[in-house]
């Protein structure tokens, strides 16, 4: 009997992963495509096992009384938490599973087999989602059920295949399910890699279209005119440009939350400094940005005096007087966790600033009873069965136990200048090359 309690997942992949050095390339490449289909298949037992969760947690609280909207809360984020994902990943992972396990026999099938990943049953799943029962399970047979065919196609056209084939069956509903789309346009911002970050705008067809064509031809008029620049360093420029009103190498007023030492802000340090919301940022570039800021003229940027623990970076203090923040609890709170859901493997914008213990159970509202949450976490914490409690350490620690007894730690991460420093021994690398040449 499988128990991962006691060490059981780990063990299983050790087995799995213990092979012999391969005889040759030709071995290798077997080895590689047979563990893509094994890995397939245990995503269609993953999903299996999320179905046949929702399922039982459904039926309890059913029995217990709990009203028919409220019993499937907190279900995604357990899924999540036990494959290290986020809730919001967790609860799309459940839906799969419940699909496939009710709607979608022929792609559960070809997971099983192997030929098909959990991401393209994601994309059938997703492709069919405005179809009626009859019309889904119809183009499941068709497309997941011939393995040959389907091991043949890409994902861009498997999603071709079946948007044809849903659009020959229901026209209407394909229409209707564009026109839907259109109110779900929006403009998200996430973090890139070397301090970039990636600002999308999600528009319908005619107008996204219409958008990119009218930047490309600034960007070319202005390469013609002799701008040295790239044309996508232009179109990139003229987006910032025409969405604030400024040029694009104009100072940024700092109305962000960048944390850094003050050994890296006045004394050249290279200690990184951290964006609220984004992550680490390298030093130069903070100062950089800080400058750039200070020399747009008074109040482009304010500073707030942060007071650490020496020995364990345990946020202590602040300064009560900021002209650029509003003063409250809150602000504490968003500085310790970085402004990001506290909940493991989850990344998302803190948008509410949690009671760990709820007030209703008397919990006070204090920075150690604090935590910033997003909106899908902070719902999902309120589900029959979840708890939540602060628990000593060096930096504020909280102990999250699901309706299952599984018990998850999330830590304050250390704020900038109170992480070990890494040194690097010179000579002895210069010696290890050595040995190695």
Same mark, same amino acid.
């Given at each position: 009997?499988?128990?991962?309690?006691?060490?059981?997942? +780990?063990?299983?992949?050790?087995?799995?992963?213990?092979?012999?050095?391969?005889?040759?390339?030709?071995?290798?490449?077997?080895?590689?495509?047979?563990?893509?289909?094994?890995?397939?298949?245990?995503?269609?037992?993953?999903?299996?096992?999320?179905?046949?969760?929702?399922?039982?947690?459904?039926?309890?609280?059913?029995?217990?009384?709990?009203?028919?909207?409220?019993?499937?809360?907190?279900?995604?984020?357990?899924?999540?938490?036990?494959?290290?994902?986020?809730?919001?990943?967790?609860?799309?992972?459940?839906?799969?599973?419940?699909?496939?396990?009710?709607?979608?026999?022929?792609?559960?099938?070809?997971?099983?087999?192997?030929?098909?990943?959990?991401?393209?049953?994601?994309?059938?799943?997703?492709?069919?989602?405005?179809?009626?029962?009859?019309?889904?399970?119809?183009?499941?047979?068709?497309?997941?059920?011939?393995?040959?065919?389907? $091991?043949?196609?890409?994902?861009?056209?498997?999603?071709?295949?079946?948007?044809?084939?849903?659009?020959?069956?229901?026209?209407?509903?394909?229409?209707?399910?564009?026109?839907?789309? $259109?109110?779900?346009?929006?403009?998200?911002?996430?973090?890139?890699?070397?301090?970039?970050?990636?600002?999308?705008?999600?528009?319908?067809?005619?107008?996204?279209?219409?958008?990119?064509?009218?930047? !490309?031809?600034q960007a070319d008029s202005l390469r013609a005119a002799g701008d040295a620049r790239s044309r996508g360093q232009a179109m990139a420029d003229t987006v910032v440009e025409r969405l604030?009103?400024?040029?694009? !190498?104009?100072?940024?007023?700092?109305?962000?939350?960048?944390?850094?030492?003050?050994?890296?802000?006045?004394?050249?340090?290279? $200690?990184?400094?951290?964006?609220?919301?984004?992550?680490?940022?390298?030093?130069?570039?903070?100062?950089?940005?800080?400058?750039?800021?200070?020399?747009?003229?008074?109040?482009?940027?304010?500073?707030?005096?942060?007071?650490?623990?020496?020995? !364990?970076?345990?946020?202590?203090?602040?300064?009560?007087?900021?002209?650029?923040?509003?003063?409250?609890?809150?602000?504490?709170?968003?500085?310790?966790?970085?402004? !990001?859901?506290?909940?493991?493997?989850?990344?998302?914008?803190? +948008?509410?600033?949690?009671?760990?213990?709820?007030?209703?159970?008397?919990?006070?509202?204090?920075?150690?009873?604090?935590?910033?949450?997003?909106?899908?976490?902070?719902?999902a914490k309120e589900g029959l069965g979840w708890t939540a409690r602060p628990r000593p350490g060096p930096r504020h620690t909280v102990e999250i136990v699901t309706p299952t007894g599984?018990?998850?730690?999330?830590?304050?991460?250390?704020?900038?200048?109170? +992480?070990?420093?890494?040194?690097?021994?010179?000579?002895?690398?210069?010696? $290890?090359?050595?040995?190695?040449?």
């Open positions: 009997m499988f128990d991962a309690s006691k060490g059981g997942s +780990r063990t299983l992949v050790h087995e799995l992963t213990r092979l012999p050095e391969a005889a040759s390339d030709a071995e290798r490449i077997d080895r590689i495509r047979a563990m893509e289909e094994a890995k397939n298949a245990l995503c269609a037992a993953q999903a299996r096992e999320a179905a046949a969760l929702d399922a039982s947690v459904r039926a309890e609280r059913e029995q217990a009384g709990v009203r028919a909207d409220k019993r499937g809360v907190g279900i995604g984020a357990q899924v999540g938490l036990a494959r290290r994902e986020s809730p919001h990943r967790g609860a799309i992972l459940l839906g799969l599973g419940k699909i496939l396990a009710t709607e979608m026999p022929w792609t559960r099938r070809a997971m099983e087999a192997g030929v098909l990943s959990e991401y393209r049953a994601t994309l059938l799943v997703r492709e069919t989602a405005q179809l009626t029962l009859e019309d889904r399970q119809t183009i499941d047979r068709e497309v997941a059920g011939d393995l040959t065919r389907l $091991e043949q196609l890409g994902d861009r056209e498997l999603v071709a295949e079946v948007q044809r084939r849903a659009y020959q069956l229901d026209a209407d509903s394909v229409l209707r399910r564009a026109r839907r789309a $259109e109110s779900d346009r929006t403009v998200t911002i996430r973090p890139a890699p070397d301090a970039m970050v990636y600002l999308t705008s999600l528009l319908p067809m005619a107008a996204g279209v219409s958008a990119y064509a009218a930047l !490309t031809k604030t009103g400024r040029a694009s !190498t104009a100072p940024v007023p700092v109305s962000v939350g960048l944390v850094m030492t003050d050994r890296t802000l006045l004394a050249g340090d290279d $200690e990184p400094a951290e964006l609220l919301g984004h992550g680490v940022v390298p030093a130069g570039w903070a100062r950089d940005l800080v400058t750039s800021a200070a020399g747009a003229g008074a109040g482009a940027a304010w500073f707030r005096r942060l007071y650490t623990a020496p020995t !364990t970076g345990r946020l202590l203090a602040l300064d009560a007087l900021s002209r650029t923040f509003p003063q409250g609890l809150s602000r504490w709170i968003a500085l310790r966790d970085r402004a !990001t859901c506290r909940t493991p493997w989850c990344s998302a914008p803190a +948008r509410h600033a949690d009671h760990v213990v709820r007030a209703a159970d008397g919990g006070p509202t204090s920075a150690a009873n604090g935590q910033g949450l997003c909106v899908a976490c902070n719902l599984h018990t998850y730690r999330s830590t304050a991460p250390p704020m900038p200048g109170t +992480r070990p420093r890494i040194r690097v021994d010179r000579a002895f690398s210069e010696v $290890e090359l050595e040995l190695a040449a």
